[in-house]
């Protein structure tokens, strides 16, 4: 299971973090991922994070985007800073699957609204 | 960047019919990468296909995968009342992830 939480609002030119918890499973055995989408609008993947500290994201939000693993709280973290209303979006958590090289499980996401 | 483009964009058509929902990659996908998700309104996106043609645990056999190299399709052969939704289409092999437009299948 995987539930996002963080502000639904945050300030244009502020910075956006987002926690999601992971439960049921074991947070060092996956890769995370991030990935948004804005009303109405299709799916963006944003970045993956790994327990190890590798991480990749996508070059659209390279320079602005860092991501993270907790393992002790069981989180994984999003950070996006510099925000514009153009990242306003439902924002999903998912796990990789190596077996099946696929996110096979997704939180309910999280909308935030960027906005003064 | 791979770019994928998911056709038609809405599909209309009414329960009992099949449904062939197209993705055409700008190059070449590895099929082991090629994904289809199914996403309902106010829900996160579900698993359906993976590996372009293998069905995730717990998915309809009306739901089929196939093709290779620039063009993967996704055909549902009877439309059940809960299969209208949103379909996308995600391949990986290659940095950046990306997923395609969607197709929007509703009832005619």
């Known amino acids: 299971q995987l539930q996002e939480s963080g502000p639904g609002l945050v300030k244009p030119s502020e910075t956006l973090s987002l926690t999601c918890s992971v439960s049921?499973?074991?947070?060092?055995?996956?890769?995370w991922n991030w990935i948004r989408q804005p009303p109405g609008k299709g799916l963006e993947w944003i970045g993956f994070?790994?327990?190890?500290?590798?991480?990749s994201y996508n070059p659209s939000l390279n320079s602005r985007v860092t991501t993270s693993v907790d393992t002790s709280k069981n989180q994984v973290s999003l950070n996006l800073i510099s925000v514009t209303a153009a990242d306003t979006a439902v924002y999903y958590c998912a796990r990789w699957s190596e077996s099946v090289k696929a996110f096979d499980v997704w939180g309910q996401g999280t909308m935030v609204t960027v906005s003064s | 960047e791979i770019v994928l483009t998911q056709s038609p964009g809405t599909l209309s058509l009414s329960p009992g019919e099949r449904a062939t929902l197209s993705c055409r990659a700008s190059q070449s996908v590895d099929s082991t990468y090629l994904v289809w998700y199914q996403q309902k309104p106010g829900q996160a996106p579900r698993l359906l296909i993976y590996g372009a043609s293998n069905r995730a645990t717990g998915i309809p056999d009306r739901f089929s995968g196939s093709g290779s190299g620039t063009d993967f399709t996704l055909t549902i052969s009877r439309l059940d009342p809960e299969d209208f939704a949103v379909y996308y289409c995600q391949r990986y092999g290659s940095l950046p992830l990306t997923f395609g437009g969607g197709t929007k299948v509703e009832i005619k």
């Open positions: 994070t790994h327990h190890t500290g590798a991480t």
């Open positions: 049921g499973g074991s947070i060092t055995s996956f890769y």
